[in-house]
Every structure is written in C-alpha cells, then in structure tokens.
C-alpha cells in the first residue's frame, strides 16, 4: 500500500485544516487508518484511527476538535481539524494496516505502512 499526504499548511490558532490521505494497491477497504503526529523534538504521537468497520478513535487531546473520516470509494482519509492550537504543530503522517488490533490501535508499531507526513504549522 502507498499512502500520499497532503492538505497540510500555516493556519491561525483557532481555524481549521482538513488533511487527505490518499492510498494504492491493495484494497483500501480492508486497512484500519491512522494519523499520527510528531512534533519538533517529540516522540510520534498518536492522533485518530478508524477502522474498516467505520469505528473511530481518539487522542483525549484531540477529542472533540478532530475528525477522522474514510470514503472508500476514493481510497482516502480525511483528518478534519477544527479549533486547532500551536500545539497541534507537527509533521502528520497517515498510516494503514490490516491486522491492527483494538489494544494496539494507537500504537504506531501496529501499522507497516506509512505516509511521507505533511507539515500544519498553527501560529499563536
């Protein structure tokens, strides 16, 4: 599976960015998703992921504020971001996987395959 990143950008605290993540090769359909983000000398974080089923989950610190959403029929997730704050400044990479488990869904080890990140810079 290749996965492309894009939609990432400046914006002021408080606005809103929606993030696409567009896959090939095998069917889209059958992966859980993910988002992941990492931030200027921090570890890789978990953001959202959603499952084939449709199921949805969240960071705490981005519940409630971000959106994860898949159409299938494109092969492609969305990451709508609304009441963003510098802190959600980071590199955002897209992530797939068949086999993700519940336990491990925001682990990123769980996922083989990865995007190449866009960078949402939020100013204050």
């Known amino acids: 599976v290749q996965l492309q990143a894009s939609g990432g950008g400046l914006v002021q605290a408080g606005g809103s960015l929606r993030l696409s993540c567009a896959a090939s090769?095998?069917?889209?359909?059958?992966?859980?998703m993910g988002w992941f983000r990492q931030a200027p000398g921090k570890e890789r974080e978990f953001v959202a992921a959603?499952?084939?089923?449709?199921?949805?989950f969240y960071a705490d610190v981005v519940k409630g504020r971000f959106t994860i959403s898949r159409d299938n029929a494109q092969n492609t997730v969305y990451l709508q971001m609304d009441s963003l704050k510098p802190e959600d400044t980071a590199v955002y990479y897209c992530?797939?996987?068949?086999?993700?488990?519940?336990?491990?869904?925001?682990?990123?080890?769980?996922?083989?395959?990865w995007g190449q990140g866009t960078l949402v810079t939020v100013s204050s």
């Open positions: 992530a797939a996987d068949e086999g993700v488990i519940l336990s491990s869904i925001g682990r990123s080890a769980a996922y083989d395959y």
């Open positions: 090769g095998r069917p889209f359909r059958t992966y859980t």
């Open positions: 959603i499952r084939r089923t449709g199921h949805t």
